[in-house]
């Protein structure tokens, strides 16, 4: 029987509501393959290999220190599959984020955006994503040039295509991010979208009526020259990952742009920035 390496990750001291969602952010470098989230404040993470387990397990435990963190090797009882198993679709507007298990019938004008979960609490249904739907919804992605920057698991892509965009580029420099998306696409076939693998600063590529970058605060302030080439005059851009305490940074990188729209869930955060 296979062990999961793993880590117990429980409260020392008492920990913030949002909690789950900065442990998921705080876990993206990492190749997680679940997590199981015991009670509100007790989770155990899944990873694919005993070295990414103890490579995070030395990063969390220097950045959540009201948190106890403790590697173990788990039996394979279905752990990762049952926690998986839990995740249910999530409504955003008219777009329906679902798993494959759980896909309602597409009906009137809403949208079933069909996305594998390899995360156990958020994977596509993390406040930053939701944020980043919402600000798609408000704006008219028909005929429109879209890229997606850090495309990730590719929903944000799908979605912008089923919106109606005439193109759109998931670009990740990530390989396995890239292989996820392309696992996800097959799962939408009424999608058309084109995938590619790069950094935004370097790919050349420029005169996108839309660009979509779901990010870290930091990362979107140093990357704000190139994604703002990204974008064509009048062009938008939608900016998440970033959490309040780092929006004054975040504006500041990008004070060249009028903001179109800012939304905010609990700490997280989403602007809409439109290029002159």
Known sequence: MRNWPALE????????????????????????AAIAESTPDTWQIFFDSAGERDRAADALARQFLQLSIAPVDIPDEDWVARS???????RVGNIVVAPPWDVPVEEGS???VVVRPSMGFG???HATTRLCLAALQRLDARGR????????SGVLAIAASRLGAE?????????????AAEDNLTLNRDANVSLRQGDARAIGLVGFDLVM?????????????????LAKP?????????LEDEEAMVRAAYSDCRVHNRSQEGEWLCITFQRP
Do not use: F, K, M, W
């Not at 998986?84 to 999530?90: P, S």
């Open 84 to 90: 998986q198993a839990d995740l249910r679709a999530v």
């Open 110 to 112: 809403t949208i079933v």
């Open 234 to 242: 009048g062009g938008y851009l939608v900016l998440s990952g970033l």
């Open 9 to 32: 990750v429980g409260r020392l001291t008492r920990v913030t509501p949002d909690a789950p969602e900065l442990l998921q952010a705080a876990l993206v470098d990492y190749a997680v």
């Open 145 to 152: 040039d879209v890229i997606d920057v850090g495309t990730g």
């Open 123 to 125: 994977t596509a249904h």
């Open 213 to 229: 970058a779901n990010l870290t605060g930091t990362l979107l302030a140093a990357a704000a020259v190139p994604l703002c080439h």
């Open 167 to 179: 193109s759109v580029i998931g670009l990740d420099d990530d390989p396995d991010a890239l292989q």
